[in-house]
DNA sequence: TGTGAAAAAAACACGTG
DNA sequence: CACGTGTTTTTTTCACA
């Protein structure tokens, strides 16, 4: 596996990308004090590295109507693995699953869940999730009030610069 | 409060700019068979509305050496809401704290939290989540393998076309 | 690594139905 | 008033020094 130094200039470029994704490359030349080649040909090997892995429009879920917002815990009979499997296929194929972990403690995963309101999340809980092949146990936690939520990971643990594990490629039309 | 419609084609738009969204007008009225003009002025509308909140770029956690991601409950004393004020204020400043939602259930918070490894989770933990004024309790569970992870809404809920709730603005350059 | 040309895309104004 | 067309401006990409 190869490896992409990310310096300094790098990590003050993908903070802005990551408030910004469609900050020109101008603008973030001028904000790093870097030309816009120098900017253009480190983003490229960003993405290249899959260190930039998306640029994506991240939508209002309360605007769209789908006010409800719940981590589920949920524990599968102890059947083999085949049946984690048959779980984790169905999940990642259902669109109001935004995320699902497997997970140390008690519960064998967690999900975070989207609902329009409580009725339909309700009837997704009931007629889809518990009817899966293996789950024996889910524990909702609805959310009152969504303090924080953000996308942006943290960058200030790099130790600049820093060698950074190369992964995927960024495909041009993703 | 002001009220937008969104109609076929502007989901269709919507599912393609969570997927991809640096897609251009082209690509876009391509893709539903509309105008670019038509694109245009459709996402600009959907920016207005606040129906699109954001443009980022996504970067990969693991990558950048953010191995560990922890779902963790937090509980707080019964001191007053000042308390939960001051706590909420503290978790959405700490860059690590990726969600915080207040929820239902037995725990007062449940936060999303990464870091680089155990140790430094752990002393995330110790030195600076459960030094906070009023926590009593925290219990996290880790990770251990990421089954899905996406930022998109499903968007088959919305009946078409559907009158949804105008939110903010979006600022030319946030 | 910067510079300049070429290509692509977005923004804008206009004329038309 | 909504729509497409054409023009202008911005931005990206690429070749070259």
Redesign the interface.
Known sequence: MSAITVDRYDLEI?SE??????ATNGALGERVHLSMSQVSRRIQRLEE??????????????????GV?A?TSVTLGRHGETQGDAF?QA??DM???????????E?D??LRV?A?DLA?FSEFMMKRLLRLPGVVNV????????????????????TQP?Q????VVLSK??
């Open positions: 993908l990308l990551q408030r910004n994704g469609r590295s899959g260190v930039i892995r998306q640029y994506a429009a991240l939508l209002d879920s309360e605007v769209l109507g789908l917002l981590i984790e999940v990642a669109p109001e699953v935004l995320e699902c972990l497997s997970v140390t403690g519960a995963y967690i989207v329009t339909s524990k909702s936690n609805i959310a009152l009030k969504r303090i924080k939520e953000t996308h942006a990971l943290p960058l200030n643990h790099v820093a950074v594990t190369r992964r039309s993703a």
